[in-house]
T-cell receptor, first 114, second 117 residues
Framework: AQSVTQLGSHVSVSEGALVLLRCNYS??????LFWYVQYPNQGLQLLLK??????LVKGINGFEAEFKKSETSFHLTKPSAHMSDAAEYFC????????????FGKGTRLSVIA | GAVVSQHPSRVICKSGTSVKIECRSL??????MFWYRQFPKQSLMLMAT?????????EQGVEKDKFLINHASLTLSTLTVTSAHPEDSSFYIC?????????????FGQGTRLTVV
């Protein structure tokens, strides 16, 4: 069974500061991992995904994440936070079937302070 | 890229009435779609897996007679909230994955904000 743990339900950073959102996973099969962003009253938008190719994955809006098997982690980072990055971020894990739902973490709300 | 369209984005209904939410996959045939419910400031809770041409699979604790799911075609799944009550007020989101790719991400609809008054 797959599961995801996001450490920190709320992260607050200053504009221009490093963003680090933590995600640890548990999976009985080689995992596919995803980060999504959700703005208020909207669906989820894919930021990036790990699919067993490169361990460092670059996504949209300057975000990237590194897959570390030894640490079962897939933390999301961005070198410099923008006000527009304020949103809810979800880490998710999938098995190896396209007919199974993603398993989501509880989410981390990112606040960016001017 | 692939797109999932959900309609309506917002609906207000009276207690006791039924509301239908549509979810369409626009760029691929989705044999399976997923319905989620999201409470304020919380993560997505999987309600059910919608299977084209067969019965939906409901998660534990989800009333299948309350939340009727129909997946009559490869591009359309509907969720009907029957005899809605104020406690059914929530944000409902559908999702689909392209079954042709094992490592595909899930594509999400825009969500439906249901308010039962």
């Amino acid at each position: 069974a797959q599961s995801v743990t996001q450490l920190g339900s709320h992260v607050s950073v200053s504009e221009g500061a490093l963003v680090l959102l933590r995600c640890n996973y548990s999976s009985s099969v080689p995992p596919y991992l995803f980060w999504y962003v959700q703005y208020p009253n909207q669906g989820l938008q894919l930021l990036l995904k790990y699919t067993s190719a490169a361990t460092l994955v670059k996504g949209i809006n300057g975000f990237e994440a590194e897959f570390k098997k030894s640490e079962t982690s897939f933390h999301l980072t961005k070198p410099s936070a923008h006000m527009s990055d304020a949103a809810e971020y979800f880490c998710a894990v999938s098995g190896n079937s396209g007919n199974t739902p993603l398993v989501f973490g509880k989410g981390t709300r990112l606040s960016v302070i001017a | 890229g692939a797109v999932v369209s959900q309609h309506p984005s917002r609906v207000i209904c009276k207690s006791g009435t039924s509301v239908k939410i549509e979810c369409r996959s626009l760029d691929f045939q989705a044999t399976t779609m997923f319905w989620y419910r999201q409470f304020p400031k919380q993560s997505l809770m999987l309600m059910a897996t919608s299977n084209e041409g067969s019965k939906a699979t409901y998660e534990q604790g989800v009333e299948k007679d309350k939340f009727l799911i129909n997946h009559a075609s490869l591009t359309l799944s509907t969720l009907t909230v029957t005899s809605a009550h104020p406690e059914d007020s929530s944000f409902y989101i559908c999702s689909a994955r392209n079954p042709g790719h094992l490592n595909t991400e899930a594509f999400f609809g825009q969500g439906t904000r249901l308010t039962v008054v």
